[in-house]
T-cell receptor, first 113, second 115 residues
């Protein structure tokens, strides 16, 4: 069963705008990760945030985690055409959080030039 | 470093045929995983191996077997392919061990069609 649910399922914005994607989950986690998948390719890791962290940054990416609401958001600032991809959140649950991730169904992001 | 490699890239099978998907990583990672991805869906875990010599079932293990041949290689076998196994299969590896989690590194995928 899918643990994470991304929202929206699809998002289309103009180049230069910010894109925000959300992920909600149902059970306790010990970490949450975001991945990007370009069409027909494997997934690429973006950011890992642990349950005791509230926010992490990496370049133009900002991830927040609210464990009380069981939700996370991924913000991509100043979007570029190359950001067009599907974005997935994945959660690791105790006690085996180190070994298994459960992926959501993804948000398909389209950046229009 | 090649990272995670998978062979073959594409495969067409007839119902009832068997095949093995190969995966290898050169990053000295402890953990390895097999996922399947159906159209418009996220990834679902088939099997994983937390360390050499150990394997465990994931969310959708039925119809599959795995072998962790050594630390580098983790193969997925379909003994009797069914059309429901038509999917894209991804192998991944991670330095995760015990309760400490790290990111996963994915291979390019194998696109399998069962007719």
């Amino acid at each position: 069963s899918q643990q994470g649910e991304e929202d929206p399922q699809a998002l289309s914005i103009q180049e230069g705008e910010n894109a925000t994607m959300n992920c909600s989950y149902k059970t306790s986690i010990n970490n949450l990760q975001w991945y990007r998948q370009n069409s027909g390719r494997g997934l690429v890791h973006l950011i890992l945030i642990r349950s005791n962290e509230r926010e992490k940054h990496s370049g133009r990416l900002r991830v927040t985690l609210d464990t009380s609401k069981k939700s996370s958001s991924l913000l991509i600032t100043a979007s570029r055409a190359a950001d067009t991809a599907s974005y997935f959140c994945a959660t690791g649950r105790p006690p085996q959080g180190a070994q298994k991730l459960v992926f959501g169904q993804g948000t398909r992001l389209t950046i229009n030039p | 470093n090649a990272g995670v490699t998978q062979t073959p890239k594409f495969q067409v099978l007839k119902t009832g045929q068997s095949m093995t998907l190969q995966c290898a990583q050169d990053m000295n990672h402890n953990s390895m995983y097999w996922y399947r991805q159906d159209p418009g869906m996220g990834l679902r875990l088939i099997y994983y191996s937390a360390s050499e010599g150990t394997t465990d079932k994931g969310e959708v293990p039925n119809g599959y077997n795995v072998s962790r041949l050594n630390k580098r290689e983790f193969s997925l076998r379909l003994e009797s392919a069914a059309p429901s196994q038509t999917s894209v299969y991804f192998c991944a590896s991670s330095p995760s061990s015990g309760t400490l989690t790290y990111e996963q590194y994915f291979g390019p995928g194998t696109r399998l069609t069962v007719t």
